[in-house]
């Protein structure tokens, strides 16, 4: 998803409409969490660490790995 499309979800969050802000936020957090996951495997692949990984996303080094890492 571009820039564009979140821009236009994140006003269609801030409706009146309470269903249309719903829909909207759920599909940014879907896409967010789909960004996030491509952006962990671009930091691990530039050789960052899961603390400073961690780090970023403000959660503890154990969850980063726990949801990104391979076994």
């Known amino acids: 998803m571009d820039v564009g499309a979140l821009h236009t979800l994140a006003g269609d969050a801030g ?6 802000a719903l829909r909207a936020v759920a599909q940014m957090r ?9 952006v962990v495997r671009r930091a691990r ?3 960052a660490s899961w603390q400073l990984i961690a780090l ?7 969850a980063v790995h ?3 890492g391979r076994a």
Do not use: F, I, M, T
Not at 15 to 20: A, E, G, W, Y
Not at 56 to 62: A, I, Y
């Open 15 to 20: 409706s009146q409409d309470p269903l249309v």
């Open 30 to 38: 879907r896409e967010l969490d789909r960004h996030e996951a491509v």
């Open 45 to 47: 692949n530039a050789n």
């Open 56 to 62: 970023c996303l403000g959660v503890s080094k154990q």
């Open 66 to 68: 726990k949801k990104y």
